[in-house]
C-alpha cells in the first residue's frame, strides 16, 4: 500500500516564507519519525519537502521538494492520486489541517486522520471550549471581542488566539497594564477570536488518544514542558516526558476522555487533549483533533508501532484490548548542540542549529541520569523543569 506523510511546516506549507523555527522543529521530528513507523509496516511511503531541507535523512520511498506554496498544494493534489492512504500533520491556523484533510477525502483516499467535518465543526479552541460546557472543567474564559476594557476576569490571565499550534501567540497577563500588548501579541500569533483566560497555576499535562469509530482510549498521560511569559516573549513548548507516573493521573485521563465524547461526531486517529493538574483537579485546556509532538516520546515506550495503531483504527480494527501499556520512559527537549545518537538517543535538526532530542529508558531512575549526562546540551529552562517533575515523581519502572 502507498501512504502520503505530509506535514505542513516542514512540508512545504511556509515555503517560500520564514516558517517558526519551533514548528520547523517538531514538525520535521514528526515526519521523520512517522515515515520510519509506516515504513517498517513495509509501505511505500511518500512525502512533501521544503525545498530549503535536506532530504537525505528521510527514508521516504518518494520525497516530492517544493520551493513554493503554489508548488505544495499543487504537488500534494498529484500525490493524493497516486497512494490509498493519508496522513495529514498540521494547525488548526489557516485551516491548514481541514484544507488538506478535505482534500485527500475529496481524492478518495483513506485518511488516518479526524473527518474533516468534524474539524471544520471545531476549527479552534473557542468552538472546543462551547462544546465543553457543563461537561468538564475548564478555566473562565471569555472572547476578547469587546475590548480590554470590557473584560470581567481577575488577574493574572492568559491570552492566546483561538486557532494556533504550539505556544505562538500564547502570553501571561499578571496585571492590566499588559494586557492591551497580550492581545495584540495574540493575533500576530494565530488566528482570532482572541481567548483571555483565568490562570490555573498547577503542572501541564496532556493524554494521547487514540479514537476508533467515535471512541477514543488513552494510550498515555504525558508531562508538558510550558513556560509562560508576558508579552512580547510569550509562551514557549519547551518538551516532555512520558508516561507521567503521578498518583492523580487517572482524573487527567477521565477528563481527557469526556472532552473527547463532548466533540461527538466521529473523531479518528491520534487526539491529544491539554490539561493542568491543580488542586486534586483536572482542568482542560485545549483538544487537539491531530497528531500532537508527544508522538515522539510515545513511540518509544509503546512495544507496538504507533503506525499499526493508526491504520488499524482507520479500519475500524481498534478495541480496548489491543491497546499496548508503556514499558519505558522517554523525554524529549530541545537542544542547541547535537551530542551523538545512541541506541536509547536520537535528535532531529531539520536545518542545524536548534534540534530537538527525544531519549528513553527501562526506568524513570535511568531516565533521569540520562537527562543529566545531557545537561551541557539541553534547553536550561526545560531541563530544569524536567528536573523538577523527575525529582517529585521519584524512581522506579514505568507505570502506566
Not at 519551533?22 to 515526519?31: D, F, K, Q, S, V
Not at 530549503?52 to 517544493?66: E, H, M, Q, W, Y
Request: proline share 7%.
Amino acid at each position: 500500500m502507498k501512504i502520503l506523510i505530509c506535514e505542513y511546516f516542514s512540508g512545504g506549507g511556509f515555503a517560500g516564507e520564514k516558517p517558526p523555527a519551533w514548528g520547523l522543529t517538531e514538525g520535521y521530528a514528526m515526519l521523520k519519525a512517522l515515515i520510519e513507523d509506516f515504513k517498517a509496516l513495509n509501505l511505500q511511503v511518500y512525502t512533501l519537502l521544503d525545498g530549503r531541507i535536506d532530504s537525505s535523512g528521510l527514508p521516504a520511498n518518494r520525497v516530492v521538494k517544493v520551493s513554493s506554496q503554489q508548488e505544495f498544494w499543487r504537488s500534494l493534489k498529484g500525490l493524493l492520486s497516486e497512494v490509498e492512504a493519508a496522513l495529514m500533520v498540521a494547525p488548526e491556523q489557516r485551516g491548514a489541517l481541514s484544507t488538506l484533510v478535505g482534500m485527500a477525502e475529496e481524492a478518495g483516499v483513506s485518511t488516518l486522520n479526524c473527518p474533516s467535518s468534524l474539524l471544520r465543526k471545531f476549527p479552534g479552541k473557542a468552538e472546543f471550549l462551547e462544546a465543553l460546557k457543563g461537561r468538564v472543567k475548564f478555566p473562565e474564559t471569555v472572547k476578547a471581542e469587546s475590548g480590554p476594557n470590557k473584560l470581567n476576569l481577575d488577574y493574572p490571565l492568559v491570552v492566546k488566539p483561538s486557532r494556533s499550534a504550539g505556544c505562538s501567540g500564547l502570553s501571561f497577563v499578571p496585571s492590566s497594564e499588559l494586557l492591551e500588548e497580550a492581545l495584540s501579541f495574540a493575533l500576530e500569533g494565530g488566528d482570532p477570536p482572541v481567548l483571555v483566560q483565568k490562570h490555573v497555576s498547577g503542572l501541564p499535562v496532556s493524554v494521547s488518544l487514540i479514537a476508533c469509530k467515535g471512541k477514543a482510549y488513552p494510550l498515555s498521560l504525558n508531562l508538558q514542558l510550558v513556560k509562560l511569559n508576558p508579552p512580547p516573549i510569550g509562551g514557549s513548548y519547551l518538551g516532555g516526558l512520558t508516561p507521567l507516573p503521578i498518583e492523580n493521573g487517572r482524573i487527567a485521563v477521565e477528563e481527557a476522555l469526556k472532552a473527547a465524547e463532548a466533540l461527538g461526531g466521529e473523531p479518528s486517529g491520534f487526539l491529544g487533549v491539554d490539561l493542568v493538574l491543580a488542586g486534586g483537579e483536572a482542568w482542560v485546556m485545549d483538544i487537539n483533533l491531530r497528531l500532537t509532538t508527544s508522538y515522539l516520546g510515545l513511540r518509544k515506550v509503546l512495544p507496538e508501532n504507533l503506525a499499526s495503531l493508526m491504520l488499524q483504527a482507520a479500519r475500524g480494527r481498534l478495541t480496548a484490548d489491543s491497546l499496548p501499556k508503556p514499558f519505558r520512559a522517554a523525554f524529549w527537549l530541545k537542544s542547541s548542540s547535537l551530542p551523538p545518537a545512541t541506541s536509547s538517543l536520537e535528535f532531529y535538526a531539520p536545518r542545524g542549529g536548534e534540534a530537538l532530542l527525544v531519549g528513553w529508558d527501562e526506568t524513570v531512575e535511568g531516565l533521569a541520569l540520562k537527562v543529566e549526562a545531557l545537561a551541557g546540551a539541553l534547553n536550561a529552562e526545560g531541563l530544569e523543569a524536567l528536573r523538577d517533575v523527575l525529582s517529585r515523581v521519584g524512581c522506579g519502572r514505568c507505570k502506566s
